[in-house]
């Protein structure tokens, strides 16, 4: 089964802006807003133990890991820059009722 939860007003996260949050599993996502719209993803790098909501940059749809500059797309969580190889576990996001939702 998939649960959902709200986690925080939209208008708290601005654009171009990352946060993180620890689901009711345990699971620490980094939650972005790329120009409005609202993604999640593993807090951790795949590639280090960087917090990418602590230590990444949101550029575009882009977050680069600031430890040795890869950088992941946030919506789809597929790797881009090296040295970021492995793909990061993405969420289902969505906003209801004004919260940003996740699903896992
Ligand atoms: Fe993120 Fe190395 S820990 S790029």
Redesign the pocket.
Known sequence: TTNKIALFPADDLPEGEIRAETLPNGDVIAVYNVEGTFYATQDQ??????S?AE?GDLCGKFVE??????TFDVTTGEPGLT??EIPLKTYRASVEDGKVCVEY
């Open positions: 790098c795949s590639h280090g133990e960087a990418l230590e890991c600031s430890w040795h500059f890869g040295p970021c």
